[in-house]
């Protein structure tokens, strides 16, 4: 299977929507997503838009969608958050921090690479960006995407916190050159 990796363009809103909708669907996306299906079937055009564009350009984030030739596959968002301010889950952060969020690949593409290819750029840009690591939360039974993290080279960090899905581990993958 054919696929390419690259950042959303603005305009692209709908097409956020849709996988979107699609990753909240999934049968795991109860421990893996902070939104459910119904909240995010609400959102307006708008909202959608705005996320688009977020994703595409700037420095406070960036999202990356996996694409055939006819269909986008995957997506995985990274988000900066400076000292200060409130992270995903409400906590202060103490440090700049850059994480992950919003990792999916469309099951029919699972095992073909996606979601490697999904962390790979997510990682660079943020390396980029100045960052020595990129961070992420899993649901702590969800042992598919932590074994797929693990792959990747994200590696446990021993913290484990509460968020409205359940308990999750903090893994986190450095972004140094060896």
Do not use: C, K
Not at 66 to 89: F, K, M, N, P, Q
């Amino acid at each position: 299977m054919s696929f390419s990796v690259r950042r959303v363009r603005a305009g692209e809103g709908e097409r956020v929507r849709e996988l979107r909708l699609r990753a909240v669907s999934d049968p795991a996306a109860a421990m893996a997503f902070l939104t459910t299906y119904d909240q995010e079937i609400a959102r307006d055009p708008a909202f959608w838009d705005e996320r688009a564009a977020s994703g595409a350009s700037g420095d406070a984030g960036a999202m990356f969608i996996a694409e055939t030739a006819d269909a986008w596959i995957g997506s995985a968002t990274v988000l900066v958050r400076r000292t200060g301010d409130l992270d995903h889950t409400g906590h202060r952060l103490r440090t700049d921090h850059a994480g992950i969020v919003g990792v999916f690949v469309d099951p029919a593409h699972r095992g073909a690479g996606v979601i490697d290819a999904l962390l790979d750029a997510a990682a660079d840009w943020t390396a980029h960006r100045g960052f020595d690591t990129v961070g992420l939360g899993v649901h702590v039974d969800n042992a598919r995407a932590q074994g797929a993290y693990r792959r990747a080279g994200f590696v446990a960090t021993g913290e484990e916190f509460t968020t409205s899905i359940g308990r999750e581990r903090a893994m986190t993958r450095s972004l140094r050159v060896r």
